[in-house]
T-cell receptor, first 116, second 112 residues
């Protein structure tokens, strides 16, 4: 099984619908992130969380919300999806401060979302 | 503000050496990472440089010059499987806060 699992892998929805993308990890990492990828724009940070009680906005948080239900689970919600939220979404994890691989992100396989 | 610049596309032939450059302008700097992403796949970590100089890992090397706000990824003995996108990412928060900012990526095309 993958260390970082994202569901669903693909989703097509309509404008105005609520969508939730889920991420779970078995790496035991404290830190979790949601990135969005658009062609030619690289990876842009939506939200990140350093532990269960910590939620922080990233560069492009408008229109999104997150929930850190447990150390291993971090979900991303689009309350009312719009077409320009069509993108590939990645969840990532990293260890806490000072640990091995502290400066390494481990990514999930991605969730491709299409909003019609 | 923060900005990272890398070429959008680089082409090379199998067996050659290619260098992908990354220049950055950030309010703080604590390290430069490189990630590889094959088409439609997850980005995977390649290297991290916090100090000036060259770090070598097999066929891949990464270089950093903090005074020039510049780094590069060097790929030697190119193979077809190296065709992918390569992203540089800056760590611009101090202490334990690893919140990388990514560049737009360089598409490397390796020809036979």
């Amino acid at each position: 099984d993958a260390d970082v699992t994202q569901t669903p892998r693909n989703r097509i929805t309509k404008t105005g619908k609520r969508i939730m993308l889920e991420c779970s990890q078995t790496k035991g990492h404290d830190r979790m992130y949601w990135y969005r990828q658009d062609p030619g724009l690289g990876l842009r940070l939506i939200y990140y969380s350093f532990d269960v009680k910590d939620i922080n906005k990233g560069e492009i948080s408008d229109g999104y919300s997150v929930s850190r239900q447990a150390q291993a689970k971090f979900s991303l919600s689009l309350e009312s999806a719009i077409p320009n939220q069509t993108a590939l979404y990645f969840c990532a994890t990293s260890p806490g401060q000072g640990g091995p691989g502290a400066n390494v992100l481990t990514f999930g396989a991605g969730s491709r979302l299409t909003v019609l | 503000g923060q900005s990272l610049e890398q070429p959008s596309e680089v082409t090379a032939v199998e067996g050659a050496i290619v260098q992908i450059n990354c220049t950055y302008q950030t309010s703080g700097f604590y390290g430069l990472s490189w990630y590889q992403q094959h088409d439609g796949g997850a980005p995977t970590f390649l290297s991290y440089n916090a100090l000036d100089g060259l770090e070598e890992t097999g066929r891949f090397s990464s270089f950093l010059s903090r005074s020039d706000s510049y780094g590069y990824l060097l790929l030697q003995e190119l193979q077809m499987k190296d065709s992918a996108s390569y992203f540089c990412a800056v760590r611009d928060h101090p202490g334990g806060s690893y919140i990388p900012t990514f560049g737009r990526g360089t598409s490397l095309i390796v020809h036979p």
